[in-house]
């Protein structure tokens, strides 16, 4: 069964037992199992929200991406959350958009899926992402946007574990494409 709640600047979709939230915020303040970081494929920290975990995590994220060493586009690795509130954060590599591979929706899919499979894996019932590739990497929002709500909603009508889905966009624009591409996929 799925229902549909709206509300100002909070949309919400319930499927089975599981929720998916779309949110505006700062992925380093959730407070859910792990949150997600869009990584490079080298793991080795840069700007945008990657920058914003590390600084916020602290050392011991980089120390454990180290040994790691990588991670190839579209997979995603795990890591402790250091300092943050969350407990884990899960490291995926989205595609870059510019490069025109073709493969770019795939790879953005098996982000999503891969970071939610690896919650499972570990037990972990919630879980926040922030729109994967859709800064330095260039991915178009909306675009973007289908692709990370409906992988999600996909797998949350398969899998009872993962509970709770947030997604925390960082502005106001992106947060509106988020609830436009939701209330598509209804
Ligand atoms: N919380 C939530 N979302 C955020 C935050 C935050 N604190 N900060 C930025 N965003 P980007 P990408 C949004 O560039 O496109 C890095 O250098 C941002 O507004 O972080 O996957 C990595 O090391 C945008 O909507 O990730 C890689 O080299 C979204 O997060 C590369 O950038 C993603 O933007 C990855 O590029």
Redesign the pocket.
């Known amino acids: 069964m799925i229902q549909n709640t709206f509300r100002e600047q909070r949309r919400k979709l319930t499927i089975n037992a599981s929720t998916l939230i779309l949110t505006i ?5 959730q407070t859910t199992d792990t949150i997600v ?4 494929s080298r793991l ?10 590390h600084r ?1 995590g602290g050392a011991e994220i980089m120390r454990e991406c180290r040994k790691i060493g990588g991670c190839p586009t579209g997979k995603a690795v795990i890591t402790t959350a250091g300092a943050l509130k969350a407990k884990y954060v899960i490291h995926t ?2 595609p ?1 958009y510019y490069e025109g591979t073709g493969k770019e929706a795939e790879l953005l899919k098996s982000a999503y899926l891969e970071s939610l499979k690896l919650a499972s894996k570990k037990n972990l019932t919630s879980i926040a992402f ?10 178009p ?1 909306h675009e973007a946007a289908r692709i990370a709500l409906q992988t999600t909603i996909d797998y949350l009508k398969g899998h009872q574990d993962v509970h709770l889905v947030k997604f ?4 106001q624009g ?1 947060y509106e494409i988020f609830a436009e591409e939701l209330k598509k996929l209804q």
């Open positions: 915020g700062d992925i380093t303040k970081n869009a990584a490079n080795a920290g840069g700007g945008g929200v990657d920058g914003a975990i916020a590599v989205g870059r922030p729109a994967i590739s859709t800064g330095a990497y260039g991915y929002l925390v966009l960082y502005d992106t």
